[in-house]
């Protein structure tokens, strides 16, 4: 009996063990899925990190091609003002000339009835 008891419990012992390795395997397993994973991520910020970094350095570029177009536009704002300085004078001299004209018919049909000439 006491033999049978021996056996049985070296049955429970090895038993005890396989499950405590099977269980030790199986996390092992799992923190090394977590570690797969972090690393992973790791490489993934990195990455998006350099992008980033790229997206930086044109945005930065682009600041700065933006500035020099606001300097040069700030050069044309005097030549933009006298471009409309032009438009308004050339729009009030198209009135003038436009009453000149009708000034210049009203005279001519009153020295056709005056000479009474036939309008041509």
Do not use: C
């Amino acid at each position: 009996m006491a033999s049978g008891k021996a056996t049985e419990n070296d049955q429970l012992a090895a038993s005890l063990n396989d499950l405590f390795t099977s269980v030790s395997a199986m996390v092992k397993g799992e923190l090394q899925e977590t570690n797969n994973v972090l690393e992973l991520l790791e490489k993934m910020n990195v990455r998006v990190a350099e992008e980033y970094q790229g997206f930086g350095d044109v945005a930065s570029g682009l600041r700065v091609f933006v500035e020099q177009l606001k300097s040069k536009s700030s050069t044309f704002d005097d030549y933009v003002q006298q471009l409309d300085a032009i438009e308004q004078n050339v729009t009030e001299f198209e009135a003038v000339i436009s009453m000149l004209d009708k000034y210049v018919s009203l005279l001519e049909s009153k020295m056709q009835s005056v000479y009474q000439i036939p309008p041509a």
